[in-house]
């Protein structure tokens, strides 16, 4: 016989109870004051914050019958780590807005909580869930506030990218978009909509593939390392590099020029893929660049378009849109 | 004819216009980093920084039929400037994370934008919308991330009421349970759904009663003011002053007797409404009581209950939980 109550229902318990539980899971603060007080107070050694939110809503960003609970977490956690060290910075804290269905399994929130402090250990020691928020809500949403500290250096914005400088990268661009391709393509039904893993079918390399799509692992040391070393810009790659290296090359003022060749062997997702989490950097032409970076182009005095690909303006849709790509209605 | 040009949904815009036409509206940026890049950069003059996060979903937190655009930017902010102003520290900026559906109008979207900056304008100047998220969602959700700076003073915690306290108050009780009795009794149809307000039909006291469940104004710079008063215990009361006043005597290992007599006309309203976020703090007996605060009682010793009503343990439900109370699946 299965005892229910092993497993309550979020609506069947009080939000102090289920806070309780998250809070067991999440491991121990790192803060000034922690979880528990109206706000937490987080300590900004060098009188500066860095703050970033970013929101996963179950249909358009994720689907559970392809997510576990720690999944979710994790990526809900990676992708907000990768916007802090994007700037240069390291993450110090979390904050998790958790708006669930009552029908919600408290297994499910404490394998989200056992995510969000997965991710913080692996990406980010140091940073931990400092505060956060349970709300009703007829769709599962999880919107993570990360925040970080610059250890007393400029932050590294997306506007100061020069003629000369090596356009570097730091991470896999394409194997999350790949990822979701397996995903639409072998894990629907006849209706399109999706139905449970099952990894056995996988070679070794989707199972990476999809890895990167349903739990990331920006290379979040790697912000604060090209900090040190003088990158003069650089922006997370979540929407794809023609897309961001456009961003980077409006905010610069110049022209953004990438060489296929470096990218791997599947160059048209790395060009177009969302997703990927890979910090996207530039320097002085005369700079060592840090391990785990390597070159992809360079940067250009502005010239008729923000982006060249070996040479030539690209063509085709530029990368990811949430508001034009997957469809939201069928999730 | 109309133009439906003229008011496009989200769905028919891209990203980055979306986010242009809130960032016209939002106003200018007092961060060091503002909104565009990975992450904004926000001063933290004394090396600490507060930060809450609270959502507000349609459905439990509000619904269409009775909130605009512009109440509903505006509540969304205020619920997260009083917590911070709780701690006793001053607001310094906003991330606000949207995720709404695709049939949104752009008009709503700007219309929010304005209660946002309305709300910060009208309760914590200096503080503005520094960075946020779009996401397409089937409900609409709005999470907002407030940070605070303490100058130099120590955050005014729950746990630090001591016997011989007064307890005060700031900001008034009862009201927004009162206009979520006034919608829900007045402005839904026979099957309980909303429908929409007519203003006309109600009394000055139902709309004041009204405004502070729709559009309330939390008394954000009396938290600063009670911390330099040295207030020794501070929280925002959004659950009901029992619950609320509960959770600062457990916290602080104390007996809060509150006196119905400094409870205005409606104590019962009082006593066990939520969402009125006005201000709960204890002071030393000894210190004149900042303006804007009033006595409603004092702090004793850990007695047998956390909390005493005229003497005596309160009775009936205490306070508003959100897995409890609204029905979520009628929005």
């Not at 969000?116 to 505060?131: K, N, S, T, V, Y």
């Not at 394409?174 to 995903?183: I, N």
């Amino acid at each position: 016989m299965i005892d229910e109550h092993a497993d309550p229902t979020v609506g069947d318990l009080s939000e102090g109870e289920i806070l309780r539980r998250i809070l067991e899971r999440v491991g121990p603060s790192a803060a000034l004051v922690g979880p528990g007080d109206d706000a937490a107070v987080i300590a900004a050694a060098d009188g500066r914050v860095v703050a970033t939110v970013d929101t996963l809503v179950h249909g358009p960003d994720f689907r559970l019958a392809w997510s576990s609970a720690f999944d979710l977490g994790f990526k809900a956690a990676a992708v907000n780590l990768a916007d802090v060290a994007a700037m240069g910075a390291t993450p110090t804290a979390l904050l998790v807005a958790l708006a669930m269905p009552e029908s919600t399994r408290v297994s499910f929130v404490t394998g989200l909580a056992d995510g969000l402090r997965a991710a913080c250990r692996e990406l980010a020691p140091g940073c931990a869930i400092e505060g956060g928020d349970l709300t009703v809500s007829d769709t599962l949403t999880v919107a993570v506030t990360a925040l970080g500290a610059l250890a007393g250096r400029d932050p590294v914005l997306r506007s100061g990218a020069r003629p000369g400088d090596a356009v570097a990268l730091a991470g896999e661009l394409g194997r999350a978009a790949r990822g979701l391709r397996v995903l639409f393509e072998r894990f629907t039904d006849g209706a399109g909509r999706p139905v449970p893993l099952d990894e056995r079918t996988l070679t070794p390399g989707e199972r990476g593939d999809l890895a990167a799509q349903l739990r990331p692992t920006p290379p979040v040391a790697l912000g604060p390392a090209a900090a040190a070393a003088g990158a003069t810009a650089m922006m997370d790659v979540s929407d794809g590099l023609v897309l961001d290296a456009t961003r980077l090359a409006e905010a610069s003022g110049v022209t953004v020029s990438i060489e296929t060749a470096t990218l791997g062997p599947d160059p048209a997702s790395a060009l177009t893929g969302g997703e990927d989490h890979a910090l996207l950097a530039t320097f002085p032409g005369d700079v060592a660049l840090p391990h785990g970076f390597h070159r992809i182009g360079s940067i250009a005095a502005r010239g008729e378009t923000a982006v060249l690909v070996d040479g030539r303006p690209p063509s085709g849709p530029g990368g990811w849109d949430p508001y034009r790509d997957w469809d939201s209605r069928s999730g």
